[in-house]
């Protein structure tokens, strides 16, 4: 461990002794003439030695300041320079966002044109996979992640939770079966798609029977897709009745290309956005997630 005076004192001293005055030390540090002596007396008593003749007039270095001067200017210099350059170096501007493909494709990017807008300052890079994604490897900036919360070692901001509700083309009722109660939904195809993660508490149709009563249905029956985007565009193409986020599938809602038959839900669990705290470009982040958590409170 280096064993160094106060950078202070350092920097008094090369002003001191290269103006061989310390009135002018002091007018260029923007000090009194006192403070500058007390800067020099606590150097010579740090290094145990004298760095100024201080008699007779005028003022002139010792033979350990003649030594040390050079040292210290070159030094300075040195540091001076570098911070300039880091000052040149540029900024990135770019935000890499990790997140989900459904969640990209069926929330996050309709609503980007407006983040685009109003901070167009920041070049934004979204990274989907359904894999949780290491943001110690510094690849990532930012994650959206789905589940109940809990990251330890990230900074966590709460954005929103959903539930699974029952979804189909409008045009698939019409002529057919009506869907007033749950043991309708058995007069058509059921779409699903792989819950990797969650296990037996995955919203899924196996639960949602449970919940309605309906055990003696079998929930497995029916079109299976890897990726819950898939299975929306399934319902919307009118091919069956899928159990999907009502984050999902608001804005098809919204839209009319899809309807709500039965209003029996199930509870999904919570979108957070996580990152690493102190990170290099934690105003970028802050920026991007307060975006996020403002568009989420319009989430019913």
């Known amino acids: 461990m280096r064993s160094l005076p106060p950078l202070n004192a350092l920097h008094t001293f090369e002003v001191a002794a290269r103006h061989l005055s310390f009135q002018q030390a002091a007018e260029e540090l923007d000090v009194t003439s006192t403070a500058v002596s007390h800067q020099i007396k606590l150097l010579e008593d740090y290094l145990e030695v004298s760095l100024f003749r201080r008699r007779p007039r005028p003022l002139s270095l010792t033979e350990a300041g003649q030594l040390l001067y050079p040292v210290v200017r070159e030094s300075l210099d040195s540091i001076a320079e570098a911070i300039t350059q880091l000052k040149q170096v540029p900024i990135s501007t770019t935000l890499t966002v990790s997140v989900t493909t459904v969640f990209a494709a069926k929330w996050l990017v309709p609503r980007l044109a407006e983040f685009q807008r109003t901070h167009p300052e920041i070049d934004l890079r979204l990274q989907t996979s359904n894999d949780v994604v290491n943001l110690q490897r510094q690849t990532v900036d930012l ?39 749950p043991d309708d939904v058995v007069h058509y195809p059921l779409l699903h798609f792989e819950w990797i993660h969650f296990g037996i508490d995955a919203p899924d149709w196996k639960n949602w029977f449970s919940a309605t009563g309906l055990n003696t249905v079998a929930p497995d029956h029916g079109l299976k897709f890897n990726e819950e985007s898939l299975a ?8 069956g009745i899928a159990l999907c986020s009502t984050v999902h599938v608001a804005d098809d809602v919204a839209l009319g290309f899809l309807v709500q038959p039965l209003n029996v839900t199930l509870d999904g669990f919570n979108y957070s956005a996580v990152y690493l705290e ?19 409170g319009h989430v019913s």
């Open 143 to 181: 994650a959206i992640r789905y589940g109940k919360g809990n990251y330890p070692g990230l900074a966590v901001r709460p954005l929103m939770s959903d539930r699974f509700v029952p979804i189909c083309s409008p045009r698939l009722l019409e002529n057919n079966h009506p869907i007033r109660k």
């Open 232 to 239: 929306i565009q399934a319902a919307i193409a009118g091919q």
């Open 278 to 296: 102190n990170h290099p470009k934690e105003v970028l982040i802050l920026k991007f997630i307060d975006w996020l958590v403002e568009m989420a």
